[in-house]
């Protein structure tokens, strides 16, 4: 079975191991008629594709930063960051095999038996966040007058942000997606024009605790998806240092494990390469990889300047609150 983990260890870059996976695990695909292998490969070349041709980038930032600038000038009380970044090699290729692995138990939990191939192929065709732009806001405690809560302003001012979004971005070439939940709950403060976009994971927060809004856009410019994010500081915070982490990864790897218990192995080969090389992605001891421009001490401290395990950097913007001193009107 090909496999990421044995293009880690030879100081390549992150294009050059690319390059050699896609490669190989065509070759092996077309040999084996292995037909998701093949669209896996197709899906490295698309990856590649992002790292390497970044003009289109280029365009697509600017234009999402008139948004910045519309905040900048709507809520100059406020501080917030723009972030931008291209899904990591190892996270991409973890989500990749996850879907094939969730998408086949489901279905064998649901039916009794293995989804079909078409199926299959069609579960994998949706990712939308191999780029993907966080809002991150957070109101000064100068400014809020005397019994205010700071938690529900700020949830007054990311939503009002949100009510923007859409309309500014398909002005500007973007086109919002409908979200595929269904039944969830709505909070008032998003307008019902704008409410069907919206994946909105603060009224209805998992189960470990993470809040954002999602909102999935396709650049009818650069013909790519995009996803954003808006969260306030305080949930950025449970999402990135906090509880949500931790517990995600642990709920993540037990679900996972009680998966290979209930699909027997060498019963359906799809989830049997998913599986596998999903934990063996789990398994790396990061400060063995031999990767150019990525080095880590443990798993932990890591100094990624490839995009090998954190993600490529496209746009970080800050704005710091303009008042620090003084209420504002």
Do not use: W
């Not at 695990?25 to 594709?49: G, M, Y």
């Amino acid at each position: 079975m090909i496999k990421l983990n044995d293009y880690l260890y030879s100081g390549d870059t992150v294009l050059k191991i690319l390059q050699r996976y896609t490669e190989d695990l065509k070759k092996s695909a077309k040999e084996s008629s292995n037909q998701i292998d093949l669209a896996h490969s197709n899906f490295l070349i698309q990856i590649a594709e992002l790292l390497q041709h970044n003009e289109f980038l280029t365009s697509q930032s600017q234009r999402i930063r008139e948004f910045y600038k519309l905040m900048a000038n709507d809520y100059p009380f406020l501080a917030f960051t723009f972030k931008g970044r291209i899904k990591s090699l190892i996270r991409a290729e973890e989500k990749f095999n996850g879907y094939i692995v969730e998408y086949i138990y489901n279905y064998y939990n649901e039916y009794g038996k293995y989804p079909s191939l078409p199926e299959l192929k069609n579960c994998i065709n949706c990712f939308r966040d191999l780029i993907a732009y966080r809002i991150v806001i957070s109101l000064p405690k100068c400014h809020l007058k005397e019994g205010e809560n700071r938690a529900e302003e700020e949830l007054k001012y990311l939503y009002d942000i949100a009510n923007k979004l859409p309309d500014f971005l398909e002005e500007r070439g973007f086109t919002a997606e409908i979200s595929p939940l269904i039944g969830e709950k709505k909070l008032p403060l998003l307008k019902n024009s704008v409410t069907p976009y919206y994946k909105d994971y603060i009224i209805n927060s998992k189960p470990e605790g993470y809040r954002s809004l999602h909102i999935t856009f396709y650049d009818n410019i650069a013909r790519c998806y995009i996803e954003v994010q808006l969260r306030t500081k305080e949930m950025d915070d449970y999402a990135e240092i906090g509880p949500a982490n931790h517990l995600a990864y642990e709920k993540q790897q037990n679900s996972e494990r009680s998966r290979r218990d209930v699909i027997p192995k060498g019963e359906y080969i799809y989830f049997d390469e998913a599986y596998e090389r999903g934990i063996l992605l789990q398994q790396l001891e990061l400060s063995k990889l031999d990767v150019n421009m990525f080095s880590a001490v443990n798993n932990s401290l890591i100094n990624d300047g490839c995009g090998l395990y954190r993600g490529r950097v496209i746009l970080p913007f800050e704005h710091l609150s303009r008042f620090q001193n003084d209420l504002v009107d």
